[in-house]
């Protein structure tokens, strides 16, 4: 092999080097660059958390008069809220709150009205809701239909437990049968509203419901939710999905 040879074969070897360094440079940009827009995403959307919790909570002021006079006038004395120790973010479990749409005790008459039901058991094993509820009070038949009874969850959003979009919070209860699904669905924070909210949640089955949320993950983006949001407000405006 003539010098001349060996000298073209080591500079395209050198250039190959080269385009390889480039490449690998321009991946490396291209990456930091995704990070930066996605930090930049998740800084706006905690923006948008904290702006909506606030006008949020200043509502809280004037429904949670007319809630309790309206209960009042029903002969229900009991406590305005509902607290609930719900899965958050990474498996860490938080203090839900609600406008309380339920008897007292209504967890003990579940319980027992699922004992006695069959069918009614059957319906809840698979869709963890009950659409002829017997637990739901008089006023809870209304603030549940027009989703007033998740408003007091913008103090959820305001103390960084929730966020206005992502998966519903689950019950630790429901661990259990989310089985391996469990681990990837906690890497979001849950949100008020979500993938299930705005798919009619009275009809999705819990499966379903687990697999939104494993999508919304692994495709979050911030015009997500905003269209999950105008499109909640749409469901809660026409009174759908909800019970």
Same mark, same amino acid.
């Given at each position: 092999?003539?010098?001349?040879?060996?000298?073209? &074969?080591?500079?395209? $070897?050198?250039?190959?080097?080269?385009?390889?360094?480039?490449?690998?440079?321009?991946?490396?940009?291209?990456?930091?660059?995704? /990070?930066?827009?996605?930090?930049?995403?998740?800084?706006?959307?905690?923006?948008?958390?904290?702006?909506?919790?606030?006008?949020?909570?200043?509502?809280?002021?004037?429904?949670?008069?007319?809630?309790?006079?309206?209960?009042?006038?029903?002969?229900?004395?009991?406590?305005?809220?509902?607290?609930?120790? !719900?899965?958050?973010?990474?498996?860490?479990?938080?203090?839900?709150?609600?406008? !309380?749409?339920? #008897?007292?005790?209504?967890?003990?008459?579940?319980? /027992?009205?699922?004992?006695?039901?069959?069918?009614?058991?059957? $319906?809840?094993?698979?869709? /963890?809701?009950?659409?002829?509820?017997?637990?739901?009070?008089?006023?809870?038949? &209304?603030?549940?239909?027009?989703?007033?009874?998740? &408003?007091?969850?913008?103090?959820?959003?305001?103390?960084?437990?929730?966020?206005?979009?992502?998966?519903?919070?689950?019950?630790?209860?429901?661990?259990?049968?989310?089985?391996?699904?469990?681990?990837?669905? #906690?890497?979001?924070?849950?949100?008020?509203?979500?993938?299930?909210?705005?798919?009619?949640?009275?009809?999705?089955?819990?499966?379903? !419901?687990?697999?939104?949320?494993?999508?919304?993950?692994?495709?979050?983006?911030?015009?997500?939710?905003?269209?999950?949001?105008?499109?909640?407000?749409?469901?809660?405006?026409?009174? $759908?999905?909800?019970?």
């Amino acid at each position: 092999m003539s010098a001349n040879s060996s000298e073209q &074969f080591a500079y395209v $070897e050198n250039v190959g080097n080269i385009e390889e360094k480039f490449e690998y440079k321009s991946i490396a940009k291209a990456n930091n660059k995704a /990070k930066v827009l996605l930090y930049i995403e998740k800084a706006l959307k905690r923006f948008i958390d904290i702006i909506g919790s606030i006008v949020g909570i200043i509502l809280l002021i004037p429904l949670s008069i007319g809630i309790k006079i309206a209960n009042i006038k029903a002969k229900d004395y009991g406590p305005l809220f509902y607290k609930q120790k !719900r899965i958050g973010k990474n498996g860490k479990e938080f203090t839900l709150y609600k406008y !309380r749409s339920m #008897v007292i005790g209504a967890d003990e008459k579940l319980s /027992k009205y699922l004992e006695e039901n069959a069918e009614a058991r059957e $319906e809840y094993s698979t869709y /963890k809701k009950l659409k002829d509820d017997p637990r739901i009070t008089k006023v809870g038949h &209304f603030i549940r239909s027009t989703s007033i009874d998740e &408003f007091p969850q913008f103090i959820n959003v305001l103390k960084g437990d929730m966020s206005l979009v992502g998966p519903r919070p689950y019950l630790p209860i429901e661990k259990k049968d989310m089985g391996r699904l469990y681990h990837t669905i #906690v890497q979001s924070k849950p949100g008020v509203t979500g993938m299930w909210q705005v798919s009619g949640r009275s009809e999705i089955t819990f499966e379903d !419901r687990m697999n939104m949320d494993i999508e919304y993950y692994y495709n979050w983006s911030l015009k997500t939710d905003i269209k999950l949001l105008f499109k909640t407000i749409k469901k809660v405006i026409l009174r $759908e999905g909800a019970i």
